[in-house]
């Protein structure tokens, strides 16, 4: 069901994209002569692809003014699927590479993974070793004490 305070969708029907704010504003600003619906719908989908961080190339571009020549909610919907494609999940790393604390996190969060991995497999082939088993769920947790560590310091 879509949400009413920042209306992106998943719609289930053409009824629900019609009632989105965004909609309702393009057919408005239409209404008041202002703009047209083809500028609207091209608005909606232009704006998403920048809430969503897409670069669009000229080309790009070109294809989502075609798209615009549909009626605004449809327009609406691609414009959703862009803005939900584009958010991430609370489990994805995203951050600067450029940045060096981000960088430093990256780097020990990926190798603790990894070494807790073969420290588990190692247990396993070695059939059961407890020390190796304990090194890698103590290997688990130190993402999260290093991720903590780079909020502190991040702020």
Not at 4 to 22: I, K, R, V
Not at 38 to 53: I, P, Q, T, V
Request: net charge negative; glycine share 8%; proline share 5%.
């Amino acid at each position: 069901m879509p949400n009413p305070a920042n209306d992106h969708g998943p719609f289930e029907s053409e009824s629900q994209a019609l009632a989105t704010p965004a909609v309702r504003a393009v057919y408005r600003a239409y209404d008041a002569g202002t703009t047209s619906l083809h500028d609207g719908a091209a608005d909606l989908l232009l704006s998403a692809c920048e809430k969503a961080g897409v670069t669009l190339g000229a080309y790009d571009r070109r294809i989502l003014v075609w798209l615009a020549g549909f009626e605004p909610q449809a327009a609406a919907a691609v414009a959703g699927i862009i803005v939900r494609g584009a958010v991430r999940s609370p489990h994805e790393v995203a951050f600067d590479l450029s940045d060096d604390y981000a960088v430093t996190y990256f780097c020990l969060s990926e190798s603790l993974q990894a070494w807790g991995a073969r420290q588990r497999e190692q247990a396993i082939d070695e059939g059961g070793n407890k020390e190796r088993e304990q090194w890698s769920d103590r290997a688990a947790e130190m993402p999260a004490a290093v991720e903590a560590a780079f909020d502190g310091n991040r702020r």
